[in-house]
């Protein structure tokens, strides 16, 4: 099983940005995945997570302003991350429980400009 991360870019503060993340392969059990972020010469902090029965929790700096859910019927979470701002700027990165294993997918690169 594989996580592809997908849909950074460079955007204004204020604006919003959609991530997906997408297991592929044979997937039998998906207990939970999380979206994380690392800034520049900061520690990778947790974002967002939602497990199997569709229990969310956020950062408390996203908050009102991030949601992350699963795409119904498919291996795919997404973040829709809404009134960015620059200190949102960061690689995020997903990884999930899936089959007992814990995965990750390769960074996706956030940039907001204020």
């Known amino acids: 099983v594989q996580l592809q991360a997908s849909g950074g870019g460079l955007v204004q503060a204020g604006g919003s940005l959609r991530l997906l993340c997408e297991a592929s392969?044979?997937?039998?059990?998906?207990?939970?995945m999380a979206w994380l972020r690392q800034a520049p010469g900061k520690q990778r902090e947790l974002v967002a997570t939602?497990?199997?029965?569709?229990?969310?929790t956020y950062a408390d700096s996203v908050k009102g302003r991030f949601t992350i859910s699963r795409v119904e019927g498919k291996n795919i979470v997404s973040l829709q991350m809404n009134s960015l701002k620059p200190e949102d700027t960061a690689v995020y990165y997903c990884?999930?429980?899936?089959?007992?294993?814990?995965?990750w997918g390769q960074g996706t690169e956030v940039t907001v400009s204020s």
């Open positions: 392969g044979s997937v039998r059990t998906f207990a939970y």
């Open positions: 990884n999930a429980l899936i089959d007992l294993s814990l995965i």
């Open positions: 939602i497990d199997s029965d569709k229990t969310t």
